[in-house]
T-cell receptor
């Protein structure tokens, strides 16, 4: 299957700080999604972004498919941003997940 | 909200017992999926369905079976549960290329 690597594995931020999360993948894909898993375990869709750049409030994402990576930007972080951020890519009918970046935002 | 519910939400069972988890969707999506989530592994695909009575295996299908007799329901069965199947199980549907997940079922096999 497709290998998906995320970095950093853990990140601790002061409230108000900015951060960049990275996702590298091993093969060409026709789908890339970013998810946030909140402390209650719920998986929340952030972006569907196979290529290009999208923005949603304080969050934005960029995927460079030809270079096989995607970046998730979080600006002016808030404590509610805490949780695990997953990148996932599709090959055939399988969605391959990275192991996530655990973000902790400190007040 | 993609209209996905899972039941039960929590279950504790003993090794060797059969277990069935249910995923229900209200929006007539053709594709449905079962994943498991374990520490250090992210989510991994167990089985998926592309229509009524049409299913296929995913990355970690050993020890699991599925059935889909109605569009809205996708069942995951552990015929004889083992401790290695202790996990959180997520159901998902797809709209185009984008997948949406249910709330999850936490299963503990003692």
């Amino acid at each position: 299957g497709i290998q998906v690597e995320q970095s950093p594995p853990d990140l601790i931020l002061q409230e108000g700080a900015n951060s960049t999360l990275r996702c590298n993948f091993s093969d060409s894909v026709n789908n890339l999604q970013w998810f946030h898993q909140n402390p209650w375990g719920q998986l929340i869709n952030l972006f569907y972004i196979p290529s290009g750049t999208k923005q949603n409030g304080r969050l934005s994402a960029t995927t460079v498919a030809t270079e096989r990576y995607s970046l998730l930007y979080i600006s002016s972080s808030q404590t509610t941003d805490s949780g695990v951020y997953f990148c996932a890519v599709t090959g055939a009918n399988n969605l391959f997940f990275g192991t996530g970046t655990r973000l902790t935002v400190i007040p | 909200d993609a209209g996905i519910t899972q039941s039960p939400r929590h279950k504790v069972t003993e090794t060797g017992t059969p277990v069935t988890l249910r995923c229900h969707q209200t929006e007539n999506h053709r594709y449905m999926y079962w994943y498991r989530q374990d520490p250090g592994h992210g989510l991994r695909l167990i089985h998926y369905s592309y229509g009524v009575k049409d299913t296929d295996k995913g990355e970690v299908s050993d020890g699991y079976s599925v059935s889909r007799s109605k569009t809205e329901d996708f069942l995951l069965t552990l015929e004889s549960a083992t401790s290695s199947q202790t996990s959180v199980y997520f159901c998902a549907i797809s709209e185009g290329y984008e997948q949406f997940f249910g709330p999850g079922t936490r299963l503990t096999v003692l």
